[in-house]
């Protein structure tokens, strides 16, 4: 098996304090990597369980879904605590250096008293598995051999994804956790029957096995596995160590033959000069959708999962975003490969959400499992608009009649259900929870009107071109707008502004939100002008000590949200947004100079942070902030 092409550039990663396990992988198969070097998850999609996951953390207890605190310091253990699992050098000193190699792949090198050691990280399909491969990689910079002291394992299960929400909408129980370890020559098998899945490791020094001793054992709980060893390297010299890994949906089915053939590339590598950090973020975000958030389902559908790690869920929402910047990646990276790529993925995707996402009461739930199931059934007017929105886009990019007519069935019945939403005297529709996934006080929300009255317009485009409905679209559209426009408008101190929410009855409440981006888009989508009163102003109190539990101060102070009470990446990306619309140059520099504070080192971004240090208060891994950050720092380029 090749591994590499020769010559190798490395890029540094991002200096930044804020050091999460950096990620790779190749659809199917999802991985992070410990910044000492050891392996944290490998993730794959289970088609009974949606998602699986081979960690160095305890499987997540069936009597925690409604402890909150719990919950956020599960996530946080696999950010920050894991102990990982894999080949790690033995004797230095100094923690590695990590750099990114062309591919896209973490590598980690150590350098002490003329040794050299680079651990490279690749996804690739290797015999139609996806796989992990580990290069561990010995050079002998001295003129005497050296006995190289290597550790293989650490702690490891088998176990369900957690699923683990700040707002639990029904959970599902995990199966018993039964770990079953075999060690046999060069070969590694976990076997977790209660989940019906697998995992195995073989081990390779140059291209022979390498042989460790046998090791039998069963377990209700993770199990710790340590082998130091010595590897002799010559003079002047070099060794492979080659580890490849794979995780399997059913437990009964070989993954990896132990004495295949291996040929292990050994490479120049060549560390670069840092790259832009908005460039290197734009990349990285990119990356991170396309390898491990977009899951191939079958033939032709791609599931979009949030993240892979802590919420292997796809929400509508948080998809739509994602997608938003695969579009804008077609002028990022211009070639017809990539093009295709992006094309598939979208197609894919809408595939999955109109053909394979569960609809049991005839809406979409609120957030699923990469097989369909929707795990929320609670009814989010927002997460109804993304996918006939994003269909809409898609059409508009591609012109794919195929696809249209495919789905066209689905989205009549979507827009039929919605009409049951509509109230009784107004073109204004309801909803159960705000796009924070939390309960309304009132049932009529503000930013999810102006996204009904954006996906009607872009119907309306749709259909004139396409001409499958009979509706006018575009005189609803208008409706909708017209009717949110006079009934959402609230006097604050002599100040006229949109409210949150409204009952229609004189019932209102003030506040914006992080997750609310239809509000800071309706000039660019066309529902108002930059310059209108209400839209400013209601942007203006948005990013002020005036919207409670919305806006946090400190230094590094900005727009968050209830749903968990800190300032939000999400938030900068709407006020660097907002800067941009009305020609704020400060603003925009101070918002910028947060973000770069506040990324982490691979170039991602968390849910919350806190205000008053800028260090990761919720959610390591969250897709969506990175991808709507980076769409709006291409938007700021092209418009240059």
């Not at 199931?373 to 809409?392: A, G, R, T, V, W």
């Not at 195929?402 to 827009?415: A, D, F, G, K, Y």
């Not at 009784?424 to 049932?443: G, M, N, R, S």
């Amino acid at each position: 098996m090749k591994i590499y092409e020769q010559k190798e550039r490395l890029v540094p990663l991002l200096d930044s304090p804020l050091q999460k396990p950096v990620d790779l992988g190749i659809g199917s198969l999802a991985v992070s990597i410990n910044p000492d070097g050891r392996i944290c998850t490998i993730n794959r999609p289970h088609h009974k369980h949606g998602y699986i996951t081979f960690s160095s953390v305890e499987q997540f207890p069936n009597d925690k879904w409604y402890d909150t605190p719990f919950v956020r310091n599960y996530r946080r253990q696999l950010a920050v605590n894991s102990t990982g699992f894999g080949l790690l050098p033995l004797g230095f000193t100094t923690t590695p250096e990590v750099f990114l190699g062309e591919g896209n792949h973490p590598v980690f090198k150590w350098e002490e008293s003329g040794l050299e050691i680079n651990s490279s990280f690749v996804a690739e399909k290797r015999s139609d598995v996806n796989v992990l491969v580990q290069q561990v990689e010995l050079i002998n910079h001295t003129c005497e051999n050296a006995a190289v002291p290597l550790e293989f394992g650490g702690q490891i299960s088998l176990n369900r994804s957690s699923y683990g929400q700040l707002t639990e909408g029904g959970p599902i129980p995990i199966p018993q956790v039964e770990n079953a370890l075999t060690v046999v020559g060069n070969k590694l098998v976990l076997q977790n029957k209660n989940l019906g899945a697998r995992a195995e490791i073989v081990v390779f020094e140059d291209s022979q096995p390498l042989r460790f001793g046998d090791v039998q054992k069963t377990a209700g709980e993770a199990i710790t596995l340590n082998e130091t060893f010595e590897v002799e390297v010559q003079a002047n010299g070099k060794k492979t160590i080659t580890l490849v890994y794979a995780v399997g949906e059913y437990e009964d089915k070989v993954l990896l033959e132990p004495n295949c053939t291996l040929h292990a590339v050994s490479r120049d590598k060549e560390v670069i000069a840092p790259v832009d950090w908005k460039e290197f973020v734009i990349n990285r975000n990119i990356d991170y959708i396309v390898n491990c958030c977009a899951v191939p389902l079958g033939e032709e559908s791609v599931c979009i999962i949030t993240d892979h790690q802590l919420l292997p869920l796809a929400w509508n929402r948080d998809a739509y975003y994602m997608v938003q910047l695969l579009f804008a990646s077609l002028s990022y990276r211009e070639n017809e490969a990539w093009k295709q790529k992006v094309q598939n993925i979208i197609k894919g995707h809408l595939l999955w959400m109109f053909e394979d996402a569960g609809r049991p009461e005839g809406y979409w739930g609120r957030a699923y499992l990469t097989n369909g199931y929707s795990k929320d059934q609670i009814f989010q007017l927002d997460q109804q608009c993304y996918p006939i929105l994003e269909l809409c886009d898609y059409y508009q990019e591609f012109k794919d009649i195929e696809t249209v007519e495919r789905v066209q069935p689905i989205v009549r019945e979507v827009l039929a259900m919605l009409m049951e939403h509509k109230s009784e005297t107004h073109w204004l529709f309801k909803t159960a929870e705000t796009p924070a996934d939390d309960e309304v006080e009132y049932p009529y929300h503000f930013s999810s009107q102006v996204l009904m009255w954006k996906m009607l317009i872009e119907l309306d485009k749709l259909n004139h071109e396409v001409k499958l409905f009979e509706e006018n679209f575009g005189e609803m559209a208008e409706k909708v707008r017209r009717d949110c426009v006079s009934n959402f408008k609230y006097n604050k101190d002599g100040k006229e502004l949109f409210a949150y929410l409204t009952d229609l009855n004189g019932g209102y409440q003030l506040y914006h939100d992080a997750n609310d981006l239809p509000t800071v888009f309706a000039p660019i989508w066309g529902f108002c002008d930059v310059n209108d009163g209400e839209w400013r102003e209601t942007m203006e109190f948005a990013f002020s000590l005036d919207n409670k539990g919305g806006y946090y101060a400190g230094p590094f102070e900005g727009l968050g949200s209830v749903h968990t009470p800190h300032k939000w990446p999400l938030g900068d990306g709407q006020e660097l947004l907002y800067a941009e619309l009305i020609n704020d140059d400060q603003r925009k520099e101070n918002v910028e100079t947060k973000l770069r504070k506040t990324v982490q080192w691979d170039g991602m971004f968390s849910e919350a942070v806190y205000e008053e240090t800028g260090e990761v208060a919720s959610r390591h891994w969250f897709s969506w902030p990175g991808a709507f950050i980076s769409y709006v720092f291409i938007m700021l380029e092209n418009s240059k």
